[in-house]
């Protein structure tokens, strides 16, 4: 008498997967072979670039071939690496590491909380740089700043190290820090907006398909692009100069 009930099948809706978000990995070797390049590039072309700039910011009525010559001046080519040893080797050797430790964990908070590429990004790139001016760059720029504007008497000589220590002798840890919240500034508007724009960069590249690996050149133009349009910060770089100069 009864039949046997028929299964009706049950439509289902496809459920949608997301990629689950991971941390980029740090390496120890990339840390330390940056470290190593960034060295490198302050001993060569580096230092002398920024002992000029340094120059022109605490002397802004002085043009670059002005700079040039006051700079050559004052130790032959020496004198374009004024800081170098050791404040800009003890920078160039540890800031990157410091950026990438807190910007890495900073962009994975921010990509879990919800937020996307380009602002995670940005919210890593800013932590990242604060966190290099109160570790490691606050008394390396001013250290380097004092050295590139200090006066320096003909056939005197003073240690780096004898300044540094007059100035903790007079005002402490305050004093080997001083302009370190413009640096702050700097340093997180700098790497937001490098940061940021480069994620923006390479999402343009990307198009629709946002899961397309990049070509190379398409990673280095926007690693050029975000670094070139952050340089609209550079105001904060003349006011750190000038709260770091000795040439008052």
């Known amino acids: 008498m009864s039949k046997a009930l028929e299964t009706v099948p049950v439509a289902t809706t496809p459920q949608i997967t997301h ?18 390049i960034q060295t490198f590039e302050v001993s060569t072309l580096g230092q002398p670039f920024e002992v000029v700039k340094t120059h022109m910011a605490a002397n802004r ?3 670059i071939a002005t700079s040039l ?3 050559y001046a004052r130790g032959g080519i020496s004198g374009f690496y004024q800081g170098l040893i050791p404040w800009a080797w003890i920078e160039a050797s540890t800031k990157g590491g410091v950026l990438l430790f807190t910007s890495s964990e900073i962009d994975y908070r921010a990509r879990v909380a919800g937020f996307s590429s380009s602002w995670s990004g940005l919210f890593g790139g800013v932590a990242g740089g ?3 001016a109160y570790t490691t760059m606050g008394f390396c720029t001013f250290m380097k700043t004092v050295e590139v504007t200090r006066h320096k008497a003909a056939g005197a000589s003073v240690s780096t190290w004898r300044i540094a220590y007059d100035v903790f002798q007079r005002e402490g840890i305050r004093g080997l820090n001083r302009g370190v919240s413009a640096v702050a500034l700097r340093q997180m508007t700098n790497w937001g907006s490098r940061f940021g724009i480069s994620r923006v960069t390479e999402s343009i ?11 190379n050149m398409e990673r280095l133009a926007s690693s050029a692009i ?5 340089c609209w910060n550079q105001p904060l770089e003349v006011i ?3 709260m770091q100069s000795q040439t008052k």
């Open 61 to 63: 009525a002085d043009s």
């Open 205 to 215: 590249f990307r198009g629709k398909d946002t899961n397309r690996k990049l070509t």
């Open 69 to 71: 010559k006051k700079t």
């Open 240 to 242: 750190r100069v000038e």
């Open 130 to 132: 604060v966190a290099q």
């Open 19 to 36: 990629p689950e978000i991971q941390k980029k990995p740090l390496s120890w070797s990339n840390i330390a072979l940056g470290a190593a």
């Open 226 to 230: 975000g670094g070139a349009l952050a």
